[in-house]
């Protein structure tokens, strides 16, 4: 959902504990074209450090199949949490539509913008889950506010 400022995610995942190196990463696609691209955004939020980040895709990723592949903003534009109660983790993210970084989405009403989660539970690539699936992303349009 959005309020016209800022883009929020939420992400539930069936998890009794954080037992394990846990974080979510959500990448998007900037121009909606299906594609992955020189400095699209990529936003997540860290379990077990708390910590929010914001990265995109360097030139060196665009052809690298590894999800951690991402470099750091210069500016963190976004905020992030997440919480268990012993049967869930759930993860909140928002990150401005439109916030000047030129690594950032820069979306308005109406616009399309595409996205594929990764979630790391474990240790490794073996602990990760893409979905719908590694850079097969889902387009959301920004509604009306």
């Not at 299906?34 to 997540?44: F, K, R, V, Y």
């Amino acid at each position: 959902m959005n309020d016209g400022t800022n883009l929020y995610m939420a992400v539930r995942v069936f998890q009794n504990s954080f037992d394990k190196a846990n974080n979510l990463l959500i990448d998007f696609d900037n121009d909606a074209d299906g594609a992955i691209a020189e400095n699209d955004d990529a936003i997540g939020y860290d379990a077990d450090t708390r910590v929010f980040f914001d990265r995109h895709v360097t030139k060196k990723c665009v052809n690298n199949s590894q999800s951690g592949c991402r470099a750091d903003d210069a500016s963190v534009g976004g905020d992030g949490g997440t919480d268990n109660d012993g049967t869930w983790t759930t993860y909140e993210l928002s990150h401005p539509l439109n916030g000047g970084d030129t690594k950032d989405i820069a979306v308005k009403k109406d616009d399309m913008l595409g996205f594929f989660i990764t979630l790391r539970v474990g240790n490794g690539a073996q602990g990760n889950t893409q979905w719908p699936g590694f850079r097969n992303f889902r387009n959301l349009t920004i509604v009306g506010f």
